[in-house]
């Protein structure tokens, strides 16, 4: 292997999907504010956008709501990384789990290893001649 080849470190497989997430910062007592995950998840944390900033190391209460699962898995995430996107105002978010649930991160595991997907539905059939 080549030295300039990046090392895989995560502890999880990551899926890409799409899922409502919710949030709001540990320190601060108000409703949860909406957010969207844009680009991955695993049973160790997700990436989500977000018109709000957050410096590494915050701490936020999440809520992710996954497509065909009706319990949606709540968690205390770290802020690991943000990133301004480079067109308007939004910010990608990268935050690990630090209090999940045994169970919530079950189901997460379960999720990403099933790489389940909002189904593509399938053509429609031609009528015989």
């Known amino acids: 292997m080549s030295r300039w080849m990046a090392i895989e470190r995560r502890r999880f497989p990551r899926l890409t999907c799409r899922a409502s997430v919710q949030y709001r910062d540990l320190l601060q007592p108000r409703a949860l504010q909406a957010a969207d995950l844009s680009r991955d998840l695993s ?19 999440i809520q992710v709501t996954l497509p065909g699962v009706p319990q949606p898995v709540r968690t205390i995430a770290q802020v690991m ?39 593509t539905p399938a053509p429609a059939s031609r009528p015989s001649v």
Do not use: M, N
């Open 43 to 61: 049973a160790g944390g997700l990436q989500f956008q977000t018109a709000q900033f957050f410096s590494r190391y915050r701490r936020l209460v």
């Open 81 to 119: 990384w943000t990133r301004k996107q480079p067109l308007g105002d939004l910010w990608d978010v990268g935050a690990h789990f630090v209090e999940i649930t045994a169970q919530d991160r079950g189901l997460l595991a379960d999720y990403v290893e099933r790489g389940v997907h909002v189904p």
